[in-house]
T-cell receptor, first 117, second 109 residues
Framework: GAVVSQHPSWVICKSGTSVKIECRSL??????MFWYRQFPKQSLMLMAT?????????EQGVEKDKFLINHASLTLSTLTVTSAHPEDSSFYIC?????????????FGEGSRLTVL | QKEVEQDPGPLSVPEGAIVSLNCTYS??????FMWYRQYSRKGPELLMY????GNKEDGRFTAQVDKSSKYISLFIRDSQPSDSATYLC?????????FGQGTELSVKP
């Protein structure tokens, strides 16, 4: 299947700092990528939809200024957690759908585990 | 009521057993139905994908969709310890993918 790469896979940061997570589609192009958040033993919660060349669409309750999303190209989307706090510690996962072909499948990255001290 | 309901388990079965995992949903607009497998600390891996009522088989896995009842199932035959993971159902309409809570499965040797 298609490959989606996330980096970093694991990051620890101090409270108040900002952290950037990258999501890349390695062998296909995607106009749309999705960012999810997952707490332990819970399901994936959609945070926002990242659209190439335009502003992201955020789900209700997700702070736009806290979680900055940039979709600079058809293969790269970034999520920046600004002024991170311990409650932002979570597993962040991105997904993308191939621009052409397929039937709407979404492929996921390996996830990025953020720990805020 | 959640849009997608899934029993979180945990579910424990002996090796070789047939496993049945289920989800119900309330939004009749869902068009695509997927099952993902997620190992601990990893991203979800797409297992099965369907977009119509009926059965779809892939090796030991069979996905079943009943749109009239708003019910989907995943069957795993001859389960193996390596199948131990969390299984998430997911449904999509338009661009959004909505996940069930995930069922934690443990297959004991």
């Amino acid at each position: 299947g298609a490959v989606v790469s996330q980096h970093p896979s694991w990051v620890i940061c101090k409270s108040g700092t900002s952290v950037k997570i990258e999501c890349r589609s390695l062998d296909f192009q995607a106009t749309t990528m999705f960012w999810y958040r997952q707490f332990p033993k819970q399901s994936l919660m959609l945070m926002a939809t990242s659209n190439e060349g335009s502003k992201a669409t955020y789900e209700q309750g997700v702070e736009k200024d806290k979680f900055l999303i940039n979709h600079a190209s058809l293969t790269l989307s970034t999520l920046t957690v600004t002024s991170a706090h311990p409650e932002d510690s979570s597993f962040y996962i991105c997904s993308a759908a191939p621009l052409t072909g397929g039937h709407g499948e979404l492929f996921f990255g390996e996830g990025s585990r953020l720990t805020v001290l | 009521q959640k849009e997608v309901e899934q029993d979180p388990g945990p579910l424990s079965v002996p090796e070789g057993a047939i496993v049945s995992l289920n989800c119900t949903y309330s939004n009749s607009a869902f068009q695509y139905f997927m099952w993902y497998r997620q190992y601990s600390r990893k991203g979800p891996e797409l297992l099965m994908y369907t977009y119509s009522s009926g059965n779809k088989e892939d090796g030991r896995f069979t996905a079943q969709v009943d749109k009239s009842s708003k019910y989907i199932s995943l069957f795993i035959r001859d389960s193996q310890p390596s199948d131990s993971a969390t299984y998430l159902c997911a449904m999509r309409t338009g661009g959004k993918l909505i996940f069930g809570q995930g069922t934690e499965l443990s297959v004991k040797p």
